[in-house]
T-cell receptor, first 113, second 113 residues
Framework: GESVGLHLPTLSVQEGDNSIINCAYS??????FIWYKQESGKGPQFIID?????DKRQGQRVTVLLNKTVKHLSLQIAATQPGDSAVYFC????????????FGKGTRLHILP | GAGVSQTPSNKVTEKGKYVELRCDPI?????LYWYRQSLGQGPEFLIY????????DSGLPNDRFFAVRPEGSVSTLKIQRTERGDSAVYLC???????????FGSGTRLTVV
């Protein structure tokens, strides 16, 4: 069925280092992917998205990579800061089909001082 | 409004009681989504509205759950005969018709005792 999963439930990274969070998706029809950040007590917050006609997209300190061949998505955070501590979810959907966004279980990013 | 507003932020109810959770979407967003998030899990889709109609209610777990959006703006999620297993954070999101601009509220934490 449709599902999005993450390989590691917790990732610890030294402050200032780069973080890489990985995600596998299973629905070949998905054409739009989003990364969300969720802090304690808050709803998911949009970070960056990518459409299936692209394999890389960059934002401010964040980069998303999409490999459709192996159905893999990753989020790279440059120069990780304490404020990056949160749970990160990747999500997928099929655009223009009025479809819902499917979330994975999330990866908790822990920043070491 | 500036964001998606959900009320109440916290709700404690006794097993067997009826509860209503409210969502005020971003002005102009025609699509509205309800999700449920259990501890340590990603948000799980419940129901999606396009305007006043429920376009997809495939995620509602059973007939104790019902949602309405009578005027195409505010939505109410209704849970009858609550059970302890209903305890979770209920998230609402809204978006433009084409699915872009997906924005989540902070959620309602429901605890059934």
């Amino acid at each position: 069925g449709e599902s999005v999963g993450l390989h590691l439930p917790t990732l610890s990274v030294q402050e200032g280092d780069n973080s890489i969070i990985n995600c596998a998706y299973s629905n070949s029809a998905s054409d739009y992917f989003i990364w969300y950040k969720q802090e304690s007590g808050k709803g998911p917050q949009f970070i960056i998205d990518i459409r299936s006609n692209m394999d890389k997209r960059q934002g401010q300190r964040v980069t998303v990579l999409l490999n459709k061949t192996v159905k893999h998505l990753s989020l790279q955070i440059a120069a990780t800061q304490p404020g990056d501590s949160a749970v990160y979810f990747c999500a997928e959907t099929v655009m223009n089909r009025d479809d819902k966004i499917i979330f994975g279980k999330g990866t908790r990013l822990h920043i070491l001082p | 409004g500036a964001g998606v507003s959900q009320t109440p932020s916290n709700k404690v109810t006794e097993k067997g009681k009826y509860v209503e959770l409210r969502c005020d979407p971003i002005s102009g967003h025609t699509a509205l989504y309800w999700y449920r998030q259990s501890l340590g899990q990603g948000p799980e889709f419940l129901i999606y509205f396009q305007g006043t109609g429920a376009a997809d209610d495939s995620g509602l777990p059973n007939d104790r759950f019902f949602a309405v959006r009578p005027e195409g703006s505010v939505s109410t999620l209704k849970i009858q005969r609550t059970e302890r297993g209903d305890s979770a954070v209920y998230l609402c999101a809204s978006s433009l018709r084409d699915g872009y601009g997906y924005t989540f509220g902070s959620g309602t934490r429901l605890t059934v005792v």
